[in-house]
């Protein structure tokens, strides 16, 4: 039942911007941290942006002032604009959802997301390319 669904990945140009979705399916999101992490080849996963019930987003120092996070009213899809876009923000970039963490938490400077075995509370994934 619980599913989500990553779209908008492409290839850019440095300075380019794109946006993001992630379509959630079989849940409701109001008590979720919800966030957007990146892995890029031979690097870790990390944490991008994240979200909590009452809409308040947190950044990584790596994408503030560039990237935003948001969501519909329906509280059913996620996004992230990406602006400025570098060559270090190639990597495959995933949604995640964790009812776990309370709003306090959702801060994607210590929440890493639920964890890896837990397949349903993460996207497929959508690469995201930035071309010299």
């Known amino acids: 039942q619980v599913r989500l669904e990553e779209s908008g990945g492409g290839s850019v140009q440095v300075g380019g911007s794109l946006k993001l979705s992630c379509a959630t399916h079989g849940f409701t999101q109001d008590s979720y941290c919800m966030g957007w992490f990146r892995q890029a080849p031979g690097r870790p996963r990390e944490g991008v942006a994240s979200i909590n019930m009452y809409g308040t987003t947190t950044y990584a120092e790596s994408v503030k002032g560039r990237f935003t996070m948001s969501r519909d009213n329906a509280k059913t899809t996620l996004y992230l604009t990406m602006d400025s876009l570098k060559p270090e923000d190639t990597a495959i970039y995933y949604c995640?959802?964790?009812?776990?963490?309370?709003?306090?938490?959702?801060?994607?400077?210590?929440?890493?997301?639920?964890?890896?075995?837990?397949?349903?509370?993460w996207g497929q994934g959508t690469l995201v390319t930035v071309s010299s």
């Open positions: 995640a959802a964790d009812p776990t963490v309370v709003w306090r938490d959702c801060d994607i400077g210590s929440w890493r997301g639920p964890p890896l075995h837990v397949v349903h509370a």
